[in-house]
């Protein structure tokens, strides 16, 4: 198979050659591994590969789920697979081996894909571009030198760069989202509790956090969804799901008439770029013409205070994980060994007391309860997934040492966050898709929301989006097929 045949299938487009015997997952794990080969070092989105899972594939050990034989790369964080090193994109942990599987791993592994390496992220996740020390920095295939987004910037430039058809993503306030949008791809952050945690955690980040996948496709990502919202026991709590598959009720339309709720607020102070807006605007008219009632709507919450208490909690007893990190590599956290503002984090961590961690708490519940209320009268809410396409990197990222931890919110996570972390505190369902362009050549990433538990409305909606704006036959300037031509 050559390079740009194999980049041009999507992650079902690439099983079914399996399940029909057109290719093998081996030929696909070797075709992956040269694809790699040829532009991730114009990237630096993948920082390793399994050589035992592409020239030495046992093909019996892959799972018989409908990704079978598809190449996979796992994210440098929450991707625990027994035996395979986990870094956390940091100098505190390189080298660090993970003692078991997480039940993501488990599930992804029997839905059929072949895990064939690790993905870059930024320290510990706590950046909306991935940039760092341990494995320098991961640029948007659109353009040199921008950011991929973060934090799972490696997994979406990646599988917008053909290397890979999908990647593990996860999200604790953008981080599936902000990169689909950097990179041109497929970002659904899942309802909270869809996606289990099993068995390290109950919550990730006090339920701010999902574990899921980067796509380039609706059809992969409902797909994968059926794979991976299962839940496991011990479970917090479960959540509703539809009657049948995602994969099959996905490519129904939505209801007619939603309720659609349309907004570019600036809600942590960042303006939306002229472009994003008019996006926003334009897919508002074509949900509107597709016979929805669309308007314009948001709700008043402050952002940037809701970031700083999301912080808050992220933050609490912070030390004392990266301690623990130290105690199983042998090293001392420090600015030897960790990005500039994470060791100002790390000194912040360590003088909290419980009542700034309570009084985040009270906090993110006023948030919560001001944006919800969007969902009492619109069944989707329409905004920007970015107010701006890829920047150059330096701009928000975790080297920089002179933004002090109190600018951390607004200077680090506000450039990127402002409209995908509502959904992080709300626990609601939201997905980033590449409908449009801008002007200087940089996707737009257009985001659609739901109230919890709602995957399939916004599944569905994406679907019907993807017919009337299809983005499949784009190829980035740093795409597998343009890099290796007719390899």
């Not at 040829?38 to 799972?63: F, H, K």
């Not at 604790?172 to 955690?201: D, E, N």
Request: glycine share 10%.
């Amino acid at each position: 198979m050559k390079l740009h045949e194999y980049a041009a299938f999507d992650a079902l487009g690439l099983a079914d050659l399996v399940h029909r015997g057109e290719v093998t997952p081996t030929e696909l794990a070797r075709t992956a591994a040269a694809a790699i080969e040829a532009a991730d070092p114009a990237l630096g989105a993948v920082v390793e590969t399994y050589a035992d899972r592409i020239e030495s594939l046992d093909e019996a050990t892959l799972g018989h789920g409908p990704f079978r034989g598809v190449p996979f790369l796992m994210k440098d964080v929450f991707g625990h697979e027994a035996g395979r090193r986990i870094e956390f994109g940091s100098r505190l942990c390189a080298g660090l081996v993970a003692a078991q599987d997480s039940i993501y791993t488990t599930l992804v592994k029997a839905a059929g894909v072949n895990v064939i390496g690790r993905s870059a992220a930024p320290e510990y996740s706590m950046a909306g571009t991935t940039e760092g020390a341990l494995y320098g920095n991961t640029a948007t295939p659109w353009r040199a030198g921008h950011s991929a987004g973060g934090s799972t910037g490696g997994g979406a430039a990646a599988v917008a760069a053909g290397l890979v058809p999908i990647a593990q993503g996860t999200d604790i306030a953008g981080s599936v989202r902000i990169p689909a949008s950097f990179c041109g791809g497929v970002g659904l952050k899942p309802s909270r509790g869809r996606v289990s945690f099993a068995p390290m955690l109950d919550e990730n980040g006090y339920g701010l956090a999902q574990n899921f996948v980067q796509t380039k496709s609706v059809r992969d990502t409902a797909a994968m969804l059926d794979g991976l919202a299962v839940p496991q026991p011990g479970d917090p709590f479960v959540i509703p799901r539809p009657a049948g598959t995602w994969a099959d009720l996905a490519r129904q339309p939505a209801p007619r008439p939603l309720r659609i709720g349309w907004s570019v607020a600036a809600h942590t102070g960042v303006t939306v770029d002229p472009e994003v807006a008019a996006a926003i605007e334009r897919t508002a008219r074509l949900l509107r013409d597709m016979g929805h009632q669309v308007e314009e709507d948001s709700p008043a919450y402050d952002g940037l205070a809701a970031m700083r208490a999301m912080c808050e909690l992220w933050f609490f007893g912070f030390d004392q994980r990266l301690a623990g990190y130290g105690q199983r590599t042998g090293r001392v956290p420090g600015p030897d060994n960790l990005e500039p503002m994470i060791w100002q984090i790390h000194e912040h961590a360590r003088t909290m007391t419980a009542a700034q961690f309570l009084a985040a708490m009270a906090m993110l519940n006023t948030a919560r309860r001001q944006l919800g209320a969007v969902f009492a009268r619109r069944d989707v809410w329409l905004t920007p997934t970015t107010a701006r396409v890829a920047e150059p990197w330096g701009l928000y990222n975790l080297g920089r040492d002179d933004v002090p931890y109190e600018a951390y919110a607004e200077q680090i996570l506000a450039p990127v966050a402002q409209h995908t972390l509502p959904h992080n505190i709300m626990g609601t369902p939201a997905i980033s898709l590449p409908l449009f362009l801008h002007s200087s050549g940089l996707p737009i990433g257009v985001q659609l929301a739901a109230a919890p538990a709602q995957e399939l409305v916004l599944l569905q909606l994406a679907g019907e989006l993807e017919q009337a704006l299809p983005w499949a036959g784009r190829t980035p300037p740093l795409h597998v097929a343009a890099v290796a031509g007719a390899r």
